[in-house]
C-alpha cells in the first residue's frame, strides 16, 4: 500500500485518484485515465470530517459503505439508471469494491433534506433560509420540513469545503435544462429512499446524491454514480427516538464530528491543525452505528 493514501497495488489495475475515502483505478492497458471505458473504485476504511482525512481509520467501513450502495443502486433502480457494472473485483478489494462506468461528472453535490440540521439549520439562523428557499419561522433542530427541498453544493478540491449555492448559481455552472433534470432526479430518490427507510424505523434527515453523463452516446442522459445514501452521504435517524429540538442519536458519521467538537478532542476545528487520532472507544461505537445502519437497512446480518 502507499503510505500516504492507503491505496494498493491491483494487478490489472493503476491507481489514478485518490479522494477522502475512495481509491479510482482504471485497466493498466488503458491508453489514458480519461480513455478508460471502466473503473475500479474502492472504498477505503479512512474517514473525513471536517474537510480532514483523519489520522484513524474505522474498520470495515469500506466494505459497509460499498455494500450498502450496492443495495441502495438495487432499491432505486426504476427510478435511476446507475454507474456499477459489477462487484466481481479482484480479491484483495473485494467486498469494498465496484467496477464502475466511466462519466462526465456533473461538479456539483445534489443534497436533498427533509429535516434541518447542520449547515442547513447554520444558515437559516441566518437568513431564514437554505440555499435561497425561505423557510416558514420557528424552525429548529431536527425539524421536519413540509416538503423536501433541493440544496446544492458545489463540489471543492480536496481539503477545501464545499460551498452550499442557489438553484440559479447551479444552472449557470451546468445549465438549467440539466440543473431542472439533476433537482427532479434528487428529490425522487430522497423521497422513495425515506419511504423504504421509514418502514425500517431510520429517518434519512438528508442525503447527498452525485450524477454523471456516461461517455457513450447510447447510454442514458443521467446516471446516479459514487456512493448512495450510506452513513458517510446521510443522516441517519431513529424514528423511535426522533424528538425535533434537539441534536438526535445518529447512525452516521456525526458521532465522529461530535466528539471531535467535544472537549475530550483537545481540537480546535478553526485552528488549522489536523484532527487528534481517534479514541479506541471512539472507533468501536463509529462501527457499531455503521453496522447497525447497514442491518437495520438491509435486513441483513452483516458479516
Known sequence: MSEHTGTRQIASWTHVYSGKVRDVYV???ASSHRGADTYLMVASDRISAYDYVLPTQIPDKGKILTQLSVWWFEQLSELAYNHLISTDVPEEVAGRGMITKTLNMFPVECVARGYLSGSGLSEYKDTGEVCGIPLPDGLTEASRLNSPIFTPAAKAQLGEHDENITFEEMSKRIGESDARKLRLQTIQLYTRAHE?????????????FEFG???????????LADEVLTP??????SMEKYEPGRVQPSLDKQFVRDWLTSPASGWDRNSGEQPPELPEEVVAKTRDRYIEAYETLTGRHWQ
Open 27 to 29: 485497466p493498466a492497458n
Open 196 to 208: 423504504i427507510a421509514a418502514e425500517r424505523g431510520i429517518i434519512i434527515a438528508d442525503t447527498k
Open 213 to 223: 453523463r456516461s461517455t457513450d452516446s447510447g447510454e442514458p442522459d443521467i446516471i
Open 232 to 237: 458517510d452521504s446521510s443522516r441517519f435517524w
